[in-house]
């Protein structure tokens, strides 16, 4: 383990914070990402992490289903 490392979170310029939500969105509907930076509205902690988690699953499940 390495002591000078603890953990670490996202963290947007000053006035940047909006920019999130394009993280979150779908790239060419085949790939999402998911965590703690692209939450908009509980960034930089584990719950955002979660949820975003979360909003990604469903995402991929809805593309899934209009696949079929």
């Known amino acids: 383990r ?6 670490g979170y996202s963290c947007a310029l000053p006035g940047k914070a909006h920019v999130r939500g394009r993280l979150f969105a779908p790239l060419a509907e085949r790939i999402l990402f998911a965590g703690e930076a692209v939450s ?8 955002g992490a979660h949820l975003s988690g979360q909003a ?4 991929v499940i ?3 289903k209009g696949a079929a």
């Open 40 to 47: 908009e509205h509980a960034f930089s902690t584990c719950h």
């Open 62 to 64: 809805s593309l899934l």
């Open 56 to 59: 990604a699953a469903r995402s």
């Open 2 to 7: 390495d002591p000078h490392i603890g953990g």
